[in-house]
């Protein structure tokens, strides 16, 4: 029998989560980069979708954090010498919804579109994605299709590496502890040519699902000329992301529009032949190497019928911009554990202390504002949903010293931005159509609804929220009812 000690005792899921000591938020890449250099304990935070599940587990322990978001000139995605750059900064609704990405890089635009759910692709960033470096990332193979290279900083200097090189295994990069990736660049795919690409994603539901297996294809042709290069990559089939060499010589010297069914059959084949997938939770090897094949016939045909880009939407929902990095909060901040948070919350001027916790645990512990749920602590669930700023992000993978200087709205604030008195037209909607059962999910649907537009697709916009009462039809007419559309 246990003893009463050991009775006593929290399994790990129970245990409290690591909270850093120290929140660091630099305003320029050279303070930045001292930052990370002096201290052997620090680590980076730019969009947090992972390092807040670590940090929740235990498996991250850093004494510092960080902060990137408010390092200025890291956010944006230009076109210079034929390659378009992605700041650190740049987040995966950005590239989604950028024109420069969507025809210069059509594939990354499809692969981050599949990350996770609108708010979190409003934090999540393209560069975060390649440093994790899990092969099921889909940025990574539609980068390399792109023939993508990394830009690294440090104190002693710079340099670039291809992406290829950039990863050594699951989860290991080349990046040095002192580094910081400042960038990605890739060729872009040239206007008035025959460069195409697609990217393809296998997963087990529609959204907010890790890759089974993913693929990128991209060919460049000068206009009505045969291939002059191909690549075609794949992830969750090995450790890092792999190409197939055989499959893009079949591609060389073809023409896109008049690929052959014998020349997609020999392809896909192909890149069938080079898998060596594990067995795990999302599905067995044999079924990942079956579908690589379906899957790189189904990406060929679509780039021959001229549809690749059918899979992408024209407008896809950012619930309420599409990055909250520099610019929001503008304010610098340097906290140790106990210092307070100065914010402006539903229009109110707060002062609350922060232990080094999430942006949820702050509202809720320290400024007393209890309607923002935790379900699932690691952004799938879209329970916590609050607006930073004008835009909508899943607070419990956001650091509470982001906060600093910001205007932060919460389910408590949403009636009053149009009278004290009355319901925001959206919660009148769910009250009159019923769309309430359990009401634990409900703040983080309104939340989320209250940052959409009128004409966004009310299912993309709310693939990040979970009902767990399976109430979503009712949710859906409320929603169109309150957007002005057919209830």
């Known amino acids: ?19 850093p000591e120290r929140y660091e938020s630099p305003s320029s890449l050279d303070e930045a980069l001292a930052l990370l250099d002096a201290d052997a304990d620090a680590q980076l935070i730019a969009g947090g979708t992972d390092l807040h599940v670590e940090l929740d587990r235990g498996v991250s322990t850093p004494k510092t954090l960080i902060d990137l978001t408010r390092v200025a000139g890291l956010d ?105 990736v400042t960038g990605i660049s890739f060729p872009r795919l040239r206007a008035g040519s025959d460069d195409c690409g697609v990217y393809v994603k296998l997963g087990l539901r529609r ?51 008049e690929l052959s069914d014998e020349t997609i059959h020999a392809v896909a084949d192909a890149a069938q032949s ?9 599905a067995p090897a044999t079924y990942r190497t079956d579908e690589v094949e379906v899957m790189a016939r189904r990406a060929l045909a679509a780039l021959r019928a001229g549809r690749h880009a059918e899979m992408h939407p024209l407008a896809p929902p950012v619930l309420g911009g599409p990055s909250v ?52 602590a690691e952004g799938e669930c879209g329970a916590c949903t609050v607006h930073l700023g004008d835009t909508a992000v899943l ?8 906060a600093a200087g910001c205007s932060i709205s919460t389910i408590e604030g949403l009636a009053a931005r149009e009278t004290p008195v009355e319901l925001h037209p959206l919660q009148q909607a769910f009250v009159d159509n019923a769309a309430v059962q359990c009401g634990y999910c409900i703040p983080g649907f309104l939340m989320a609804g209250a940052a959409m537009d009128p004409d966004d697709d009310v299912r993309l916009g709310l693939s990040g929220n979970l009902c767990r009462c399976t109430g979503y039809y009712a949710i859906e007419t409320a929603m169109r009812e309150a957007a002005g559309g057919q209830a």
């Open 395 to 402: 607070s419990c993978l956001v650091p509470a010293g982001r």
């Open 207 to 257: 959204a907010q699902a890790i890759s089974v297996v993913h693929l990128a294809i991209v060919c460049r042709a000068d206009s009505g000329a045969p291939v002059t290069e191909a690549r075609v990559a794949i992830g969750s089939v090995a450790p890092t992301i792999i190409t197939v060499p055989e499959a893009e010589a079949a591609l060389v010297s073809s023409v896109i529009a």
């Open 274 to 282: 080079v898998v060596d997938p594990i067995d795990d939770l999302r």
């Open 1 to 19: 029998m246990s003893n009463a000690s050991e009775s006593h005792q929290l399994h790990h899921v129970q245990q409290p989560g690591h909270q």
């Open 325 to 376: 990095q520099v610019g929001v909060g503008a304010a610098v901040a340097s906290l140790a554990a106990g210092d307070a948070i100065d914010a402006t919350v539903n229009g109110t001027a707060v002062t609350a202390a922060q232990h080094g916790e999430t942006l949820l645990d702050w509202l809720r512990d320290s400024v007393g504002l209890t309607g923002t749920k935790e379900g699932c």
């Open 76 to 180: 944006s995605i230009t076109e210079s010498d034929g390659q378009i750059h992605l700041g650190a900064l740049v987040t995966h609704n950005q590239a989604a919804t950028s024109a420069l990405v969507i025809e210069g890089g059509l594939p990354l635009a499809q692969a981050s579109l599949e990350v996770g759910s609108p708010a979190l692709r409003n934090r999540a960033t393209i560069v975060g994605n390649v440093v994790t470096a899990s092969p099921a990332n889909d940025t990574i193979s539609a980068l390399r299709a792109l023939g993508a290279s990394v830009s690294l900083a440090s104190v002693d200097g710079t340099r670039t590496v291809t992406l290829a090189a950039f990863h050594t295994g699951v989860r290991s990069t080349l990046r040095q502890r002192n580094e910081i």
